[in-house]
């Protein structure tokens, strides 16, 4: 697209998810990020159990005329989807969010499929990354009878999903006890009371010794941040941990390593693997949330590996 969309025709796109939108649920209306909407690319919009969150990268435009342009939408396709509207400023630091129409409440619980998870409204992060809605779906269809090693597990939805799944036993492994705290409660709300679960609030790089006494684990997700300060940066940590993760792993063993950097391309991401974890060998990239539709290739690359333990 060359010429700037009107903001009747932005709303335009949105209209037909709201069709099949359900109340309870979560979902991107609008990946502006994703750089095909002319004149948008700094502005996502996501809808959370009947609460629309615009978020804005840069200077918001025509923020008015989007809300009301919104309001219409909702309205002519059903009201009661509809309970509240706010803004989250990025481009400010901190984020700041503001309600601009209805209730929004600082925390709400909102459904991916059957899965329910607890989102926070008034934080830059919502504690529900739905880009990584297909990797939840493979835990659910493929978890089973697994030990699990989820690190940087941030709220643990994945764990959620593998346990839903049938996972035998769910390790996470975060250095923000807060989030974690966020896991127990995502567990708790699905029902998972009596799965076998761990919870450590540890850096994952300072903990391979623990982590080694708690495996081997059959199935191990690596889904760190591209920065984390005083934690994990990518250039530098993601190759030691590929080099440290075959004291974690069983003889044979399923792996969703990611990444989430626009400059990282998946050649260079698998690269990286080849040359830190030569065992593992390549198997799929998952595919990307319909929703997150990107000019170019998506940043997420979730990549699944098949481990083999060298004979030596």
């Given amino acids: ?36 909407f002319a004149g948008w690319q700094h502005l996502n919009i996501d809808y959370y159990a009947g609460v629309v969150l615009l978020t804005w990268f840069a200077e918001p435009s025509s923020e008015q005329a989007l809300q009301e342009a919104l309001l219409a939408a909702f309205a002519e396709q059903d009201e009661t989807l509809l309970t509240g509207i706010a803004s989250q400023y990025r481009h400010i630091r901190p ?7 209805g209730e929004v409440p600082d925390k709400l619980i909102a459904t991916e499929g059957e899965m329910q998870f607890w989102v926070d409204m008034k934080r830059q992060n919502s504690g529900l990354f739905m880009d990584m809605a297909p990797g939840r779906q493979w835990l659910l269809d493929n978890a089973s009878g697994k030990q699990l090693l989820n690190t940087f597990a941030f709220t643990c939805s994945l764990s959620v999903a593998a346990i839903a799944g049938g996972a035998q036993r769910v390790v996470n492994i975060d250095m923000n006890g807060g989030v974690l705290n966020r896991g127990r409660e995502n567990q708790t709300l699905n029902g998972q009371q009596s799965a076998d679960v761990e919870y450590l609030p540890y850096k994952v790089l300072n903990s ?14 690596s889904d760190p ?17 590929l080099r440290r993760l075959p004291r974690l792993l069983a003889s044979e063993a399923t792996l969703l390593l990611c990444c989430n950097s626009p400059r990282v391309t998946e050649v260079e991401f698998r ?8 065992e593992a060998e390549f198997v799929e990239r998952l595919p990307s949330n319909e929703d997150f539709v990107e000019q170019g290739q998506a940043p997420l690359k979730v990549l699944r590996y098949q481990y083999t333990a060298s004979a030596d």
């Fill in 1 to 36: 697209m060359s010429d700037v969309l009107s903001v009747s025709e932005l709303v335009a796109h949105i209209q037909p998810k709201l069709t099949t939108l359900r109340n309870n649920q979560a979902r991107r209306l609008l990946h502006g990020r994703g750089a095909c």
């Fill in 95 to 101: 984020a700041t969010t503001h309600v601009l129409w």
């Fill in 208 to 221: 391979i010794g623990k982590l080694e006494r708690k495996g081997p684990f059959d199935l191990l997700i």
């Fill in 225 to 241: 941040p591209t920065f984390q300060r005083g934690s994990f940066e990518f250039d530098k940590d993601y190759a030691r941990l």
């Fill in 271 to 278: 690269q990286l693997v080849a040359d830190n974890l030569p």
